[in-house]
């Protein structure tokens, strides 16, 4: 169970769970990596990743063959470029919410649809260490995910989760949900999102999933066909361990 294999999990439906870093460590991605947890997914979107640090997290997570995944700031070629060839597992992909934007995504991470631009010294190819055909082969493990968080993607869903080279449907429960015009995850039209949109990533053999602020949510919004999870964030998890052991001190 590692990098090679994690497309493949995630195709299967096996529960995955993971997490987004926002703290820019690899240190943390090596506590992870001893973790739990199935993978874990460097937040470049909202967080201070400069192109160094996130290099330096990639390396640590092949070096302990534990899956990576980059959510790229906006989907350019260039950015999703530089994070694959650092050697990350795969791209999510934020704000997606048209067919035209999901083959772009597709194309700018497969060679085989053109929009990859190839570099034998990298780490992702072995830096030069590996023929040319086995390190094109290996694209076959390159998870590809499109977020679902505006209105205009629910209503296009079915032709975006049928884009060939997008493995994974996303949805973003908070943007989601702000795009609705709730400041809040609670409404009806929020849960029908997710209920159509599992619906076309079922259709279309995709891993469906979501974000969520913690294990007890996963297992609710797993009756909508959600099969991998991205649980809060290292900042959640230690505010949560901070506060529960400050209130053990503070109840003497
Ligand atoms: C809260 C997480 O960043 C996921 C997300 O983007 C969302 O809109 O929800």
Redesign the pocket.
């Given at each position: 169970m590692g990098i090679a294999d994690f497309k493949q999990r995630m195709a299967s439906g096996a529960p995955l769970a993971g997490t987004?870093l926002k703290t820019a460590s690899h240190e943390l991605v090596e506590i992870f990596a001893r973790s739990e947890l199935d993978f874990i997914c460097l937040?470049a979107?909202?967080a201070p990743f400069d192109r160094a640090r996130m290099d330096a997290c990639v390396a640590v997570s092949r070096a302990l063959d534990f899956p990576v995944l980059v959510r790229v700031a906006d989907g350019s070629a260039k950015e999703i470029l530089q994070a694959l060839d650092m050697g990350a597992t795969g791209i999510v992909c934020?704000h997606v919410d048209s067919v035209q934007k999901a083959q772009e995504l597709a194309k700018n991470c497969h060679f085989g649809l053109g929009g990859r631009g190839f570099a034998g010294s990298t780490r992702w190819a072995g830096f030069a260490t590996r023929p040319m055909p086995e390190v094109l082969a290996q694209t076959d493990q390159t998870v590809v995910i499109a977020?679902i968080?505006e209105p205009a993607g629910v209503e296009d869903i079915e032709g975006i989760a049928s884009v060939e080279g997008v493995d994974g449907i996303f949805?973003?429960?908070?943007?989601?949900?702000v795009g609705y015009g709730y400041n809040h995850q609670t409404s009806d039209e929020l849960f029908a999102a997710f209920e159509r949109c599992g619906a076309a990533a079922k259709a279309n053999g995709k891993t469906y999933m979501?974000?969520v602020p913690n294990g007890a949510k996963a297992k609710e919004w797993s009756k909508y066909g959600m099969s991998m999870f991205?649980i809060g964030s290292e900042h959640s998890w230690m505010l949560r361990g901070a506060n529960a052991d400050a209130a053990g001190v503070h109840e003497i």
């Open positions: 987004f937040d979107e909202h934020p977020q968080e949805i973003g429960p908070a943007d989601l949900s979501s974000w991205f």
